[in-house]
Nanobody, 123 residues
Framework: QLQLVESGGGLVQPGGSLRLSCAASGSSLGDYGIGWFRQAPGKEREGVSCISRTAGSKNYQASVKGRFTISRDNTKNTVYLQMNSLQPEDTAVYFC????????????????WGQGTQVTVAS
C-alpha cells in the first residue's frame, strides 16, 4: 500500500522560498505520477503542479508558473516542489497525491494522498 508523507512546510516571509518533499513508502514512487495540491481555509483543494512517472511531463497552475519547480528522484522515492518568490496567496496546506494515470491537476484523478504540510507566507 502506497503511503505518502509531505514535509518542508513552514512560515516564510513574502519573497522567500521553501522546498517541499513528498516521500513514498510501501510501493515504488516510480510507478506513479505525482501531483502537488493545496487547500486554503474555506477553499477547495486545487492543483498546483504535477510530474509524470519519468518526469517527461510536468504541468503547473498558471499562478505558480515561473516560481515553482517540480522534480523527482525515483531512486530516493521522493518528489520535490521548489517554491520561490512566495506570496501571501500561496498560504495553504500543501498535499501530494499519486495517480496511476496522466499528469493532470484534477484531484479526482489521484487515489493516494499524504496528510499535508502547512505553508504560511506572512511578514
Amino acid at each position: 500500500q502506497l503511503q505518502l508523507v509531505e514535509s518542508g512546510g513552514g512560515l516564510v516571509q513574502p519573497g522567500g522560498s521553501l522546498r517541499l518533499s513528498c516521500a513514498a513508502s510501501g510501493s515504488s514512487l516510480g510507478d506513479y505520477g505525482i501531483g502537488w495540491f493545496r487547500q486554503a481555509p474555506g477553499k477547495e483543494r486545487e492543483g498546483v503542479s504535477c510530474i509524470s512517472r519519468t518526469a517527461g511531463s510536468k504541468n503547473y497552475q498558471a499562478s505558480v508558473k515561473g516560481r515553482f519547480t517540480i522534480s523527482r528522484d525515483n531512486t530516493k522515492n521522493t518528489v520535490y516542489l521548489q517554491m520561490n518568490s512566495l506570496q501571501p496567496e500561496d498560504t495553504a496546506v500543501y498535499f501530494c497525491g499519486a495517480t496511476s494515470g496522466l499528469c493532470v491537476l484534477w484531484t479526482h484523478e489521484y487515489g493516494h494522498w499524504g496528510q499535508g504540510t502547512q505553508v504560511t507566507v506572512a511578514s
